[in-house]
């Protein structure tokens, strides 16, 4: 009897490192998404815009996937409070990473009208890859911090996301200066304005992620606080 | 004995019941900040914006109790699957809700840059007025599938974002134009750019909420179908 308990809760421990880690495979998908985008409006080369806008359906597939696998181990398991907010903040971050596709998806769609123009220069486009790599850090740290359960990572990650929502507003500054400099860059310089909000909102959906690691462990909720109150509650 | 358990089950569908109905409150609620901030733009009375960006912190904080709210009757329910599913769907909702009153308080941060511009004009201030009553009237009616777990409406729903989205794009490339003809209108049109997007992203939230009455009904989840595959599904 002891046996068949011990097993059964190895079975439940192994449903949960399963789903936990299937964040980070999906995590690993979209990121790919995201790198292959921003690769695509370096080279110019439109087969990579299609390969990131066919990913998304393995990635939609496995939202769907992970999210009925989270419904059956809570109908099944029956957990207790801690494994439930785990099990939840999965199926939120499943959602996070779903929408990173989206976005990654976007920046193919504007990178491939971009290509198709006659004009060549894009603007801001150092700028455009500076914040990028920003928002592909964050999102890699989140899901190590979602992996480890590391309440400190989360938390830097949470504070990095100012520096991504500044670096956007001083790119939209400059396209607006652009495109009144030249008015034949202004069709370019929406798209470039609509790729820097989607990685944005990528450094948005990373936040999210950090912000349920913190939920997992502490059991709170810090979605919408100041800094200084989440300082304070981590240090409780 | 009898009595009891029945008194238990009435305080458990009480509890269903009081989760569900939360998601209209606060669905009437973050509807009220999306008006609110058209009706901003269109009377350019600052204080209406500031109304809106307030109200944020009492969606936010709703989001936070609510979330709490199901983890708790799932942890002391243990429900059967069917009204797991619910409760899922509800923590995923308000997610959708707390989104939705994110983009109207960047509708209302734009509409207060274009205030305080001393440029007047409004490109396609008319077009923007109707695709935000679509909508308006796509979240009322998501909201409603939901209250009544109506899944045809909700199928009804999924079907307008097509429109929204075809409304969006031809404001964009009005927008274009006016920006090449008077260049001075730049700025500003950007910034109807950016609310034309949030209302986009609106109209997308509100065929999430309605994607979850199907997935609580029909217990089928139809994130990602074809309009025929979720046809069909709806029929059988």
Do not use: W
């Not at 785990?86 to 998806?105: F, Y």
């Not at 769609?109 to 928002?135: F, K, N, Q, T, Y």
């Not at 909720?221 to 100041?226: A, E, G, L, M, V």
């Amino acid at each position: 009897m002891f046996g068949t308990t011990q097993h059964a809760s190895r079975q439940y421990d192994q449903d949960l490192e399963d789903i936990r880690s299937s964040v980070l495979r999906m995590g690993g998908l979209v990121e790919k998404q995201v790198r292959d985008a921003m690769l695509g409006i370096d080279t110019r080369e439109d087969h990579i815009f299609e390969g990131v806008i066919r990913a998304d359906q393995e990635v939609n597939a496995m939202e769907i996937t992970m999210d009925a696998a989270c419904v059956e181990v809570i109908a099944r398991r029956q957990p207790a409070a801690n494994d439930l907010r785990m099990i939840l903040a999965v199926s939120k971050a499943i959602t996070d990473l779903e929408r990173i596709g989206d976005e990654a998806s976007k920046i193919a769609r504007c990178g491939r009208d971009i290509s198709a123009r006659s004009i060549s220069v894009i603007p801001v486009l150092a700028d455009l890859r500076l914040i990028s790599e920003r928002a592909l850090l964050m999102l890699q740290a989140a899901l190590d911090a979602f992996a480890r359960l590391d309440v400190q990572a989360a938390a830097q990650v949470i504070s990095q996301d100012d520096e991504i929502d500044a670096r956007f507003r001083a790119i939209q500054r400059q396209l607006i200066t652009h495109m009144m400099e030249d008015t034949r860059l202004i069709g370019t310089a929406i798209d470039v304005t609509f790729i820097a909000k989607s990685i944005e909102r990528i450094g948005d959906h990373a936040k999210n992620i950090a912000e349920y690691v913190i939920y997992v462990v502490k059991g709170l909720d810090i979605r919408h606080s100041t800094r200084e109150t989440v300082e304070q509650s981590l240090n409780s």
